[in-house]
Nanobody
Framework: QVRLVESGGGLVQAGGSLRLSCAPSGNIIRLYTMGWYRQAPGKQRELVAAITSGDTTNYADSAKGRFTISRGNAKNTVYLQMNNLKPEDTAVYYC?????????WGQGIQVTVSS
């Protein structure tokens, strides 16, 4: 069992920035595809960004040019840097770790962007 702990969410004004962090309980971030998903009220959970074990990144169209997913060089942590935030980015953000066998989720963290 892998536990994913998210941090860094909160309330920010439109145009502001936040950095989300995801710290797994095991040293897995280079073995799994790590992703950030979000779910807004009344909507389905959607992929925001992901990074594979080979460092290939993938972004939702809504995140391109504003969000950056990365791994900490020395820390077993995955980050989501979010810039130029918009009210429509308001959602619960979830960290995910997956491979051919496993699919782990964090508990989610709230991000609220005020206009």
């Amino acid at each position: 069992q892998v536990r994913l702990v998210e941090s860094g969410g909160g309330l920010v004004q439109a145009g502001g920035s936040l950095r989300l962090s995801c710290a797994p309980s095991g040293n897995i971030i280079r073995l799994y595809t790590m992703g950030w998903y979000r779910q807004a009220p009344g909507k389905q959970r959607e992929l925001v960004a992901a990074i594979t074990s080979g460092d290939t990144t993938n972004y939702a169209d809504s995140a391109k040019g504003r969000f950056t997913i990365s791994r900490g060089n020395a820390k077993n942590t995955v980050y989501l840097q979010m810039n130029n935030l918009k009210p429509e980015d308001t959602a619960v953000y979830y960290c995910n770790a997956r491979n051919f066998r496993d699919d782990w989720w964090g508990q989610g963290i709230q991000v609220t962007v005020s206009s």
